[in-house]
């Protein structure tokens, strides 16, 4: 981040031209004259961006004799329709960019008109991709899961899938709506209740009555979520672990995972850690079907006389037979609960996670293979074969060969042949047709890369910092790629430092230069761009001609030493930011998760590259106000300056904005911290401490000095006044990129680049947004 100076001078550059356009359209290009004489009409601006915030336009005509009468042609209003001066508000809002006329004339002479143009308040693509992982509730590809974990099929072609990250029930109906059934995004639990009330802790496997019913094992009980989103406990009792059978609460289970429903609504579950498969009733009586409790084995038989060595993923066929997962084989147990062996050596007794089972009307197997990534087809004759996908990550939809899944987790199979397959990673839940044609339902792919191009084909992967020159040219540090890339202001992506996927330290020549994972950057005066290269645990510097030199700090030496240049150490080098006179500010953050050890500084480095702590102190987190080493953070993250000299801090783990001031004297401006606990979560507007942020990221600031935060975990923009006032700008709260009028929708937005007037650029997921404000 940097102060942006070439954006006031933008912005006054800009404010004169449209003065001149303005005189020029008023007057016809030289004046124009009515029977009153000369009239100048002049306005406060030629374009708004409508809004509930939008300002009023000021209209004033001069040089005039007589009452002016004043026309609008276009939506809005005028405050009056005479006199020498009126104000224009802009309509609430406008479904794309429009202009509007305003006519004042004399006595009815010839009148002179104004032109202003309206610009939606809105969220655009850059470039990048806004497909990925998130909670969105919507049609087919406008939806988004987090991590689609159990899938099931009702008779009325309703799917339902267990979003194992968000905790939520997720219904997508026959014309491909995805809504939340039951429980709230990202709120983990185990409640009764209905619809939003309810949560849930896992989703192992769902399954659905012919009543629309979906059945689920969380913890160690069943429950049961109705079509109308009711949630309850049919068996067993939380926090009680146990084999014993009985009648709902009184009946116990250790570690339900698989589940099965029959024609008649009887509930099979496999209890995997006490070996056994128990039968629940409608009326929520539990019986133990086949196995002995806390007995192990292989053994063939019926009732209590088989043995399983780790019951998992159960599946019924048409004739009502059930058949279970058991570790590395296939066991066909009857409506009597004699148990046999049906397929062994099936491929699954070295994964990781069990496989899904799901079987079709003509008694082929099918598995899902989580860590080779492809769906398993055993024939009635016992044969194994890859059905679907290839050992290869990816989201490719097409032919079985063809087609590719990333961690495939849920299967299921409706009346019509159909298999549905909960593709975990993708975020996406797949078909897969009878005629062996892989489609996506519902979910839009997250394409990650390192591809140039314009717009929607270029691809970055986890970009964060942003940083723009006077040109209007954006420039973004690619972490995971290990590269800088700039993208015009007509979306063109290229690669200016660096060569995606190889890390390194070399200094040289654009693609010579190699990195480690950039997290940060910033540009000064003369359009150098300064790197926070942070697992270098150096400042990198690339002059405008693409020359890649290190700063300050030595590569590879991960200390925090104050000196001059290679003098210089860093612990891990985040945020970075550029005061007016060009001193940088680094925050300096290094997290050791073995015992919760924090270490936060604030380092300057002046333009020869002399680096000095100036807040914080090495080891020492929380988040005390104070005066340099006095001060403490938790993991600081993006920095902007003001032109007084000011820097300001998004401190990510306390939830604070944090101010620094030349002297050094730290301050919070806004959010509540908890002392070394972290700060106080959450998403509420308010001044000072009453707001409330999740995991505060980046910055920026406008030309009136208001600070504009990406508040990655809410999956907001919030904006704070230099009196410490926090407003959320955009975004719903939900998780996933939704294009067009504000609020929209973003996803883990992570930096924010002011860009002048009222644009800015975002990163959202794997993609850069322009965001315009009211």
């Known amino acids: 981040m940097s102060y942006p100076q070439h954006a006031k001078l933008n912005r006054i550059a800009l404010g004169l031209s449209l003065s001149c356009l303005l005189m020029l359209g008023a007057c016809g290009g030289g004046g124009t004259e009515n029977q009153s004489g000369n009239m100048t009409l002049a306005a406060s601006a030629s374009e708004v961006v409508v809004g509930a915030s939008a300002s009023p336009i000021t209209l004033t005509a001069t040089g005039q004799a007589g009452t002016v009468s004043w026309t609008l042609t276009g939506p809005g209003s005028l405050s009056a329709t005479t006199g020498s001066s009126v104000q224009y508000t802009p309509p609430a809002t406008v479904a794309a960019d429009e202009s509007v006329t305003i006519s004042a004339s004399v006595n009815g002479g010839s009148p002179a008109q104004l032109v202003i143009k309206l610009h939606p308040s809105a969220i655009a693509l850059l470039a990048g991709n806004i497909g990925g992982l998130g909670d969105l509730d919507g049609q087919a590809a406008a939806a988004r899961f987090m991590q689609p974990e159990a899938v099931a099929v009702d008779a009325a072609g309703n799917i339902y899938i267990g979003d194992d990250v968000s905790h939520t029930l997720r219904k997508i109906s026959a014309a491909g709506v995805v809504s939340t059934l039951a429980g709230t995004s990202g709120q983990w639990g185990d409640t009764d209740g209905t619809g939003p009330a309810a949560r849930f802790s896992y989703f192992s496997q769902l399954a659905a009555d012919a009543d629309g019913n979906v059945y689920l094992a969380d913890k160690e009980v069943i429950r049961k979520i109705t079509p109308q989103g009711v949630v309850s406990t049919l068996a067993g009792k939380l926090g009680e672990k146990g084999d014993a059978d009985g009648t709902g609460a009184e009946a116990r289970f250790a570690s339900p995972t698989g589940l099965a429903v029959d024609a008649a609504g009887n509930v099979y579950v496999s209890d995997s850690d006490k ?431 208001n600070l504009y935060v990406a508040d990655s975990g809410n999956n907001l923009i919030r904006k704070v006044t230099q009196a410490g006032v926090v407003t959320t700008v955009a975004g719903n709260k939900k998780r996933g990129t939704v294009l067009g009028a504000l609020p929209g929708s973003l996803d883990n937005p992570t930096n924010i680049r002011f860009l002048g007037g009222q644009r800015f650029a975002v990163t959202s997921g794997n993609a850069i947004l322009t965001l315009t404000l009211p």
């Open 275 to 705: 070996y056994t498969i128990r039968k629940i009733t409608r009326g929520g009586v539990v019986s133990t079907l086949a196995g002995q409790s806390g007995v192990k084995g292989s053994n063939d038989g019926t009732g209590p006389a088989a043995r399983f060595e780790s019951p998992a993923s159960l599946a019924l066929d048409k004739q009502g037979n059930l058949f279970v997962e058991d570790r590395d084989t296939i066991r066909k147990i009857s409506a009597a609960g004699a148990v046999s062996t049906v397929a062994n050596a099936i491929g699954s007794g070295g994964q990781l996670l069990p496989p899904k089972l799901a079987i079709d009307a003509d008694g082929n197997f099918y598995l899902t293979d989580y860590e080779r990534n492809v769906i398993r087809r055993i024939s009635p004759a016992g044969a194994i074969s890859i059905f679907a996908g290839a050992d290869q990550a990816g989201s490719a939809d097409g032919a079985l060969a063809v087609a590719r899944f990333n961690r495939p987790r849920g299967l299921a199979s409706d009346a019509t042949g159909n298999l549905y397959v909960a593709d975990s990673v993708n975020g996406l839940l797949r078909k897969i047709s009878p005629q062996g044609q892989v489609s996506t339902v519902a979910g839009l792919a997250g394409i990650r890369g390192s591809v140039d191009g314009n717009g929607a084909t270029a691809s970055f992967n986890e970009q964060h910092g942003l940083t723009s020159d006077t040109a209007g040219n954006l420039y973004v540090a690619d972490t995971a790629n290990s590269v800088i890339r700039k993208i015009s202001p007509t979306g063109t992506v290229t690669t200016v430092a660096g060569q995606a996927g190889q890390t390194g330290t070399a200094d040289g020549q654009g693609t010579a230069a190699r990195f480690n994972r950039p997290n940060d950057l910033a540009i000064d005066a003369a359009g150098n761009l300064y790197i926070a290269d942070t697992d270098n645990y150096t400042i990198r510097k690339i002059t405008p001609s693409g020359m890649v030199s290190t700063f300050a700090g030595q590569a590879g030496q991960h200390e925090v030493l104050d000196g001059k240049g290679s003098a210089a150490g860093f612990d891990k080098p985040y945020g970075i930011g550029i005061d007016p006179a060009g001193n940088l500010y680094v925050a300096d953050t290094d997290f050791i998760k073995i015992d919760s050890h924090f270490s936060a500084t604030i380092r300057k480095i002046t333009p020869d590259a002399v680096v000095s702590t100036v807040a914080g102190t090495r080891w020492e987190k929380g988040s005390a106000d104070g005066i340099g080493s006095q001060a403490r953070f938790m993991e600081p993250r993006g920095m902007v300056s003001d032109a007084a000299g000011n820097i300001y801090i998004a401190d990510s783990h306390n939830a604070t904005i944090r101010k620094l001031s030349p002297s050094g004297v730290v301050s919070t401006l806004a959010g509540q911290a908890r002392g070394i606990g972290g700060g106080i979560v959450g998403s509420s507007d308010g001044t000072g401490t009453q707001a409330q942020f999740n995991k505060p990221t980046g910055l920026t600031i406008d030309a009136a000095g």
